[in-house]
């Protein structure tokens, strides 16, 4: 596989997680654009975000400055300091909240920022109140009107912030070129060769699928019949030699390399049967790795983390390291790993494939449940035709062809 697992850096309109909310899911007909536009709106965001993270470094950098600028000013006019022995505390708190401030945009905390914005508007008062109660002091009017202009900054920089929060739009289609769909899923005509020199392995040949929004499909057949190719291909890990994939009516073929990112990041959660998670790391730190890339901060993060933990039932475990967990629980954290952003769609590639029938099952029914209860559009990978029976819909493939489906009645 050529292309690397690269986690989003898109979709910086992520709502304030509502893992119950998945709001793509149960709208009947999504309206998504189609055309290359989709590429140049992403890249528009990612963009603008980068320019705000810059300015507000910016803003709170130059407080910094500014204040021990002023500080430095304040020893030379000992004048001052001698008249008005308190204004000399005011630069040193400055600098001390014009720090901590810069730590905020550091540490990623809104309330240093608040702090320093706050500590802002208390200088300007007192310089203001210093000024009308001492019309001599009129060189301070410079300082003041730098300030104000200052405090104007930070407020829009942290409304900014702010706002960003708050939208929960898909901001990355815009709708232009409109197609309406219920299918969350459609592939035409898939073809997957991998080029090996001497020879050409043919891992899928002219598959077509079509899945509904909310349905649980199993694929099953033997080995090497190309279940992991055509999973690989729909999660954008890998690109198809030929033929089209379409996620909620997107072309994926027309996506860039941002677009594929957000894909794989916002859109698509992938479970592997070996669980993919990073040992060196927590379970919280491996959760969040998608949640990386969102404007969540650390603290909605671990939020975020906790509760998706929750969901698969181990909220206890977010200081635990991998290692330290049986298998079945890996699988779950892999699966809280997958959920943090609130995908559409997950795909799982034979998860139960390392597990002992018991975990193996609880890992089923916490899959089946989002599939249930939150609309997961939900795909599996499988071997055991106990697993297959749990889907509405068992499709088979053989030698990369597709080779019939099997309805499952539900009692
Ligand atoms: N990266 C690769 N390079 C070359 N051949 C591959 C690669 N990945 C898969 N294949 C081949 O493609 C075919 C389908 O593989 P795969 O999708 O992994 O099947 P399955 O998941 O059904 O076992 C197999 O013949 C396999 O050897
Ligand atoms: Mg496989």
Known sequence: MKSKIKIAEMDFSA????????????KPLKTVKTSGKAKMAGMNNNRSVSIHEEITTVL??????????????????????????????????????????????????????????????????????????????????????????????????????????????????????ERETDLAIEIKNLTKTYDLGEVQISALQKFNLE?????????????????????????????????????????????????????????????FQSYNLITRSTVGQNVEVPALVTPLDTHRRKKKALRVLDDVGLGDKYYRNPNTLSGGEQQRVAIARALINDPAILLADEPTGNLDSKSGATVMEILQKLNRELHVTLIVVTHDPEVGSLADRIYYLKDGMNAGFKDNIKI
């Open 60 to 177: 709170f950098l130059s407080l910094t400055v500014f204040a021990l600028t002023e500080m430095v000013g304040l020893f030379n006019s000992a004048i001052i300091v001698l008249e008005y022995p308190f204004s000399s505390i005011i630069p040193m708190i400055m600098v001390f909240f014009g720090i901590l401030g810069l730590l905020g945009i550091l540490t990623d905390s809104r309330i240093n920022i608040i702090i320093a914005l706050i500590a802002v508007i208390l200088e300007l008062s007192i310089l203001s109140m210093i000024l009308v109660t001492n019309p001599m002091v009129s060189f301070l009017i410079p300082t003041i009107a730098l300030q104000v202009l200052l405090i104007s900054l930070s407020f829009f920089g942290f409304m900014t912030i702010f706002r960003q929060q708050k939208t929960q739009t898909d901001r990355f289609f815009e709708p232009e070129y």
């Open 211 to 271: 899945i509904r929004r909310g349905d649980f499909i199993a694929i099953m057949g033997p080995s090497g019949s190309g279940k992991s190719t055509l999973l690989n291909c729909l999660g954008a890990l890998d690109r198809p030699t030929e033929g089209e994939i379409l996620i909620d009516g997107i072309n994926i073929s027309q996506l860039d390399d941002e677009g594929l990112a957000w894909l794989r990041n916002k859109k698509v959660g992938f479970i």
């Open 15 to 26: 709502p304030q997680y509502e893992i119950r909310s998945f709001n793509t899911i149960n």
